[in-house]
């Protein structure tokens, strides 16, 4: 540990990163240091980012790729600026799509800030369409060979992800179907969860009161609609939402849907990416 008054804490991740930096920023006992999300730096951020790793005692992060976005961001790369004596706690990127099976993200290569207006979720039927210009598949449902099958893609998924990256466990979680508010904002449970994971990999006697998620929901601001064709596939009580809610408006399914129709036709290159990084879970769902 470094010779400071409190041991040095990095978190380097998305938003579920943030609610763990937030909880660890709300205890007593540690210093928690402030970073940029790694899609946000620049070379100007590296000399800092170095320094503060050479000071930092445990550094918790998402694994990210050598050279990312040409710049040595890689989770590698980071731990390796570290004390000898410093602890790495490898945490996955949480996705699940049983809830949602259309649902995706899409980030096209010559601009990954673009997101479609209202909700910053694609639909894999909106995009089938504004590719074929078939308006009936807006109405696909998944039959509940589909919608299981999605489900366990998920875990499927995370399950390698953390093999091959060696993070914390987390895909178990998902085998329960928990009720996440899109694909990559779990629910309190989860977060709550893999926080207590996170928090059983630090060094011994690092925390003497670890903080708690409590009632909140850190990442609920976001929901989006739950089919009831899923529900029942998955053995699921009925209980929704069925429309969007996103910063306390809510949203219909079809507003959404319009408007990002509307987008589509006006920014080119999404949607090709769209059919491109997500082809297998298009034919999954019978979408073409």
């Known amino acids: 540990m470094s010779t400071t008054a409190q041991p040095s804490v990095m978190v380097i ?71 000898a004596s410093a602890t790495v706690v490898l945490v996955p990127v949480l996705r699940y799509a049983g809830l949602h099976p259309y649902q995706v993200l899409i980030r096209p290569p010559h601009d990954r800030s673009l997101v479609p207006p209202i909700a910053p979720y694609h639909d894999l039927r ?83 009161d670890p903080p708690h998620i409590g009632d909140r929901e850190p990442l609920g601001a976001t929901r989006a609609p739950v089919d009831p064709a899923v529900e029942r596939a998955l053995g699921l009580p009925e209980s929704g939402p069925r429309d969007w809610l996103v910063d306390g408006i809510s949203f219909s399914g079809d507003q959404v849907t319009e408007a990002h129709l509307a987008w589509y036709a006006t920014t080119p290159g999404v949607v090709e990416e769209g059919l491109r990084r997500h082809a297998d879970r298009i034919d999954l769902l019978g979408l073409r």
């Open 126 to 208: 909106a995009i089938v369409a504004a590719a074929t210009g078939d308006q009936d598949v807006l109405d696909a449902a998944p039959d509940p060979a589909q919608a299981r099958a999605a489900a366990r893609e998920s875990v499927e998924a995370l399950r390698t992800r953390e093999q091959a990256h060696g993070t914390l466990t987390a895909s178990d979680l998902l085998e329960g179907t928990p009720r996440w508010h899109t694909i990559n904002h779990p629910d309190r449970h989860t977060l709550h969860e893999v926080f207590r994971r996170v928090l059983d990999s630090l060094p011994a006697g690092l925390l003497d």
């Open 13 to 83: 991740g998305n938003c579920q990163a943030d609610v763990y930096r937030d909880l660890l920023r709300s205890a007593d006992g540690v210093s928690v240091r402030d970073v940029r999300p790694v899609y946000e730096m620049t070379a100007r951020d590296i000399p800092d980012l170095h320094a503060d790793l050479a000071r930092t005692d445990v550094l918790i992060i998402q694994p990210v790729r050598d050279d990312y976005r040409d710049l040595p961001l890689g989770h590698r790369q980071l731990a390796a600026r570290l004390p």
